[in-house]
């Protein structure tokens, strides 16, 4: 039977929209400080993840809410199990929006909110799939688990749980990276590096911010000074804001020098793609004489950090043929004086390395600073499939017939919930040569592309389950 994929999502495109758009208007950003029982991550991953099921069972589908932190929905008969994992959770909006990140808007074909891109337009166009293959009563010989988790963003505590409760999919994907496929995901350990906060001489470093998740690059940073005159500050950092790629604002207020940066933000997993606000700010007070433990702080964030995502400075550059080079995100900075200070530097490495190894560098590199290192996470081990796995070729060959395009694997320093997965990949939704706006200020999905990925998760999931 010939079936017109593309055809038939077009049909179901103004219902997919005004789904999504629901979705998208809840701020499903993790908050504990408002956590509940029932809702251990805040109430509004929470609300998505209901918002998300109650649309499955108005479409006839068995649905499982898992104390809500985790749920599926299912759909098939069968022994084997085909995985589709998203996540409803998104990362906090920041600032330099065009619009209400959580109104969402379409405009020149775009469809802007938080979560557009990651995860919740991908999560819908392969909801849609499921349910365009529900509607036309396909005949089908396994069963399709699509799994729904709310703390992705952070330490997945959603998906630990879930399958502390339910057994793993045999094989499947995830709809949260970009065609044609990622059948390799780098390693991923997380560290703070802390510092002590004494301070003894005139110039004080009053307190340094930076940064809302390790696995983003931060695009605000703000300083307080104390003990340095005013006037001179403002030229020279006038001056180093018309050097750098990077805005700023200096102010003064009962004697405390407030500066602030802005830079741009970008996914961790590729640091070189974002402008880090908090290194740029610390090359700036770099050359101020600070002291104590703020000198040290400040030094070592200046001289070990800035621009140095392959940590050439921390003696640590690591690259391996197939999964590529050991790559370092400073992500959050926090430090006042007479209290001190940490950097949290997330790390994506590949086969090859340990995360212990890590840790010893760092270690060695930091002693003479009198720091601390810990682990401030959980620790994932490099993810790797075959091309030659017959549900790889079948995602390829989907990708391929319906696009025109070759097909191929890559490796990425991002992770998704297709690593939880021995025969797991990551599968769309993002096209090649459109714009990667995830993590960032008017992040947008191209609603021509939410229509062919839906098509394109439609004929994969028939061919893998059929």
Not at 109 to 138: F, H, N, Q, S, T
Not at 147 to 169: A, Q
Not at 317 to 326: A, E, N, Q
């Amino acid at each position: 039977m010939q079936i017109d994929w593309k055809g038939e999502i077009v049909k179901r495109k103004n219902e997919l929209l005004s789904d999504l758009k629901e979705i998208l208007k809840i701020e499903s950003v993790r908050d504990e400080s408002v956590a509940a029982e029932d809702a251990p991550f805040g109430p509004g991953p929470k609300k998505a993840l209901v918002k998300f099921l109650k649309i499955a069972d108005r479409d006839g589908f068995e649905t499982l809410n898992l104390d809500g932190i985790a749920g599926h929905i299912e759909y098939g008969e069968g022994s084997e199990i085909l995985g589709i994992l998203a996540h409803v959770d998104v990362m906090p909006a920041g600032k330099g929006w065009d619009t209400n990140p959580f109104i969402p808007v379409v405009k020149d074909g775009r469809l802007y909110a938080r979560g557009a891109a990651d995860d919740k337009g991908p999560a819908m166009a392969a909801y849609y799939a499921l349910k365009l293959i529900k509607e036309l009563d396909l005949p089908v010989s396994k069963r399709v688990r699509f799994i729904l988790g709310t703390d992705e963003e952070s330490h997945w505590r959603c998906v630990n749980h879930y399958f502390e409760k339910m057994p793993l999919p045999d094989f499947g994907f995830s709809p949260d990276a970009f065609f044609p496929l990622i059948n390799g995901e780098k390693g991923n350990v997380t560290y703070s590096v802390n510092f002590s906060g004494e301070s003894t001489g005139k110039v004080a470093l009053l307190d340094f911010q930076s940064g809302m998740r390790g696995n983003m690059v931060p695009r605000e940073a703000i300083a307080r000074l104390s003990g340095v005159d005013f006037e001179v500050t403002e030229k020279l950092f006038k001056k180093f804001i018309s050097q750098n790629p990077v805005q700023g604002n200096i102010s003064q207020k009962n004697g405390m020098i407030t500066l602030e940066v802005i830079g741009k933000a970008a996914h961790a997993q590729e640091p070189r793609n974002g402008i880090n606000a908090g290194t740029y700010l610390a090359l700036f007070l770099n050359d101020f004489k600070l002291n104590g433990g703020a000198k040290a702080y400040i030094e070592f964030v200046a001289k070990m950090l800035h621009q140095d995502s392959r940590m050439d400075s921390l003696g640590m550059h690591f690259t391996d043929d197939v999964m590529g080079d050991l790559t370092m995100n400073a992500g959050i900075f926090n430090f006042r004086d007479s209290i001190g200070g940490s950097v949290v530097l997330n790390f994506r490495f590949p086969r090859g390395i340990k995360a212990a190894e890590i840790k010893s560098a760092l270690e060695k590199k930091t002693a003479a600073l009198s720091t601390t290192i810990k682990l401030a996470g959980k620790l994932q081990e490099p993810h790797y499939v075959p091309l030659d796995d017959p549900m790889v070729k079948t995602l390829l060959g989907v990708y391929e017939s319906q696009t025109g395009n070759k097909g191929y694997g890559v490796v990425v320093g991002g992770g998704t919930y297709a690593r939880l997965m021995k025969r797991g990949v990551a599968f769309g939704a993002m096209f090649p040569n459109v714009p990667d706006t995830m993590y960032q200020a008017n992040e947008f999905i191209p609603i021509e592309d939410l229509i062919k990925a839906a098509a394109i998760y439609a004929e994969a999931i028939y061919k893998l389950i059929k």
